[in-house]
């Protein structure tokens, strides 16, 4: 599964990066987070708290954090976007974000079971990133499911 996602992602990105015309819809102006208010607090934290501190152990700490708000720039072009159409969202994009929380949403479900089947299974900082990131995609994964429920393109408030 892991091999799938890295495969899939790296093709998305290539897409996103160098093929034309989908790499021509690029628009910077609309990608206007500054990503360092993401990557320092995630660094700080790694630093402060891990469960071992040695330089992989850091780096992993803050490859979890990282990963928990990496959508956030995401969700920000998103929400510019629906700005500029009254609110509406392109069918592709919604389902490729919820398809992306789906898959993070799904953690918690293998974390459960490993809960349960495992005695001595703890991770607290894998379990409470998930759940952060998680929490992330919830306000769109609302507005995915009333749409989806209406039979409606995505519409988020504006």
């Known amino acids: 599964m892991k091999v799938i996602f890295i495969v899939s992602s790296s093709a998305i990105v290539y897409l996103m990066k160098f093929k034309k015309p989908i790499c021509d819809t690029y628009d910077p102006t609309m990608d206007s987070f500054f990503v360092p208010y993401l990557i320092a607090p995630c660094a700080i934290l790694a630093l402060i708290i891990n469960d071992y501190f040695t330089p992989q152990e850091i780096l992993w700490t803050f490859s979890i ?41 799904l953690y918690l479900v293998n974390w459960l079971y490993r809960i349960t089947t495992e005695s001595h299974y703890r991770n607290w ?30 519409s988020l408030p504006i």
């Open 65 to 105: 954090y990282l990963e928990a708000v990496a959508i956030v720039p995401q969700l920000v072009v998103i929400h510019s976007l629906a700005k500029q159409q009254n609110g509406f969202v392109e069918s592709l994009t919604s389902d490729y974000v919820f398809t992306l929380g789906g898959y993070r949403a």
């Open 125 to 154: 900082i894998v379990w409470i990133s998930g759940l952060v990131q998680t929490a992330i995609y919830c306000d769109f994964f609302y507005y995915y499911a009333l749409a989806r429920m209406k039979g409606q393109k995505m």
